[in-house]
């Protein structure tokens, strides 16, 4: 999957894979967040000369909106490979909370917390990056949402559940699970939190 390049005037072909080096800039922007990051650590992240670096993206901001739409991306398509291997609305919701309460205690996967980090460090400050994460955030709540009604629909989970208002519940669960991660609290078990979140459907 790859990532819309920023524009760029004429000249040498770019010498990296923008995907790749995003994918390292995404780890560093979770690790230290935007403004602890020098160009100088996103360069050795992104596996990049800083010359090159400048030349593509106009600032340290501009790479960090790159970083999004490519963390989003692949989210995206990690969950869609989850939910086509699972059948029926409520076992499919099941697999998704399962895939966003997993992010925050899988110690391998250090991508988890961009959004978060993009939302509380820096989304204040900055409309274009406030309406970035605010579509992400939709997005979730869409397919969380979608999930609901698909499980209303075949039977599996009950049609009196207010789907929009469980489906924005569940999105502050997954993203609270994140923030008490950052935050140091001692971790709950993946499926005991995705159990509880399950009987609010009853």
Known sequence: MSSPAPPRGPGRPREFDLDVALDGAIVAFC????????????????????????????????????????????RGAQLDAVLDTVEGGRERLRAALTFYAATPHDGDDRQG????????ESATFDTALANRIRDCLSLTESRLAGLIAEGQSDGSIDQTIDGPATARLMLCLIHGLRVVGQAGMPPIGVAALVDAAMRTLR
């Open 113 to 120: 917390c961009l959004l978060v980090n993009a939302a509380t």
């Open 31 to 74: 690790e230290r967040g935007f403004h602890a990051n020098s160009i100088t650590q996103l360069s050795e992240a992104m596996g990049v000369g800083t010359g090159s670096l400048y030349k593509a993206f106009p600032d340290k901001r501009g790479l960090f909106l790159a970083a999004v739409e490519r963390y989003a991306a692949l």
